[in-house]
């Protein structure tokens, strides 16, 4: 479970397509939203987007492997598709807040490797929710006031990677994906492996 967690802007979408695009071997985590959707984004690929009883309901039901009041709006984890895929050896990249990364980790702590944007300054951060076009003033106003609590919990990640120049950043996410990887514990059939090399 590969997590992706920024302040609003700082670049984690553009980072989890590029891997997407590059890495055949992980999967996006789509998410269940109550908010609207932007222009091109896709229902079912960008975002499963509900309205509250839904949400409600899924909570309810215990359907959601974590969930999260951000920016006015609730968005949760489903849960079925995520333990299957996990079961089945898939990893699953994960573009969420810290609060649903701290209850991802909570459960799961050993599967989970938890990485944190930063922009290189709050200007150019600012810059980029502007020059997106997504937001109103109002939606863009409300996530700058959050950017300075939402860097505040930088610490509990295990990686921090400064987005200044976007392949650079990309470069050190592909890294850390592929390190964390290698890691002895994740990778499967290395006794067999290894005893066929022994014997
Ligand atoms: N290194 C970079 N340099 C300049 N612009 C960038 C860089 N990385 C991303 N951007 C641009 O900044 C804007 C915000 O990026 P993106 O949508 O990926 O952020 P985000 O963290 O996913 O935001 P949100 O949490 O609001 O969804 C986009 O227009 C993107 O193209
Ligand atoms: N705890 C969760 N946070 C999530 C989830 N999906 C997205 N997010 C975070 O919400 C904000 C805003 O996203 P936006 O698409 O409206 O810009 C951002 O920090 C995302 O990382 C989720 O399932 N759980």
């Known amino acids: 479970m590969f997590i992706l967690s920024s302040p609003s802007g700082a670049g984690k979408t553009t980072i989890a397509r590029r891997l997407l695009d590059e890495d055949g071997k992980i999967a996006m985590s789509v998410s269940v939203t109550t908010r609207q959707p932007r222009p091109g984004e896709v229902d079912g690929k960008d975002y499963q987007f509900v309205d509250q009883p839904t949400f409600q309901r899924m ?20 849960k079925a598709h995520i333990k299957a895929g996990l079961k089945a050896g ?4 994960f573009d969420i807040d810290w609060q649903g990364t701290q209850q991802l980790y909570q459960r799961m702590e050993t599967d989970v490797v938890r990485v944190f944007l930063l922009p290189p300054s709050i200007d150019a951060l600012e810059g980029r929710l ?3 076009n997504t937001d109103s003033d109002t939606v863009i106003d409300g996530r700058m006031a959050r950017a300075r609590s939402e860097i ?3 610490d509990g990640y295990d990686f921090v990677v400064v987005n200044d120049n976007i392949d650079e950043c990309f470069g050190k996410v592909k890294t850390i994906l592929e390190a964390e990887r290698m890691r002895r514990a994740r990778q499967t059939g290395l006794v067999d492996f290894t005893r066929g090399l022994m014997r």
């Open 59 to 78: 909570v309810d039901d215990g359907e959601m492997l974590e969930w999260a009041e951000v920016f006015g709006n609730n968005y949760g984890t489903p």
């Open 90 to 93: 898939q990893d699953f990249l």
């Open 130 to 132: 502007r020059n997106r």
């Open 152 to 154: 505040s919990h930088w």
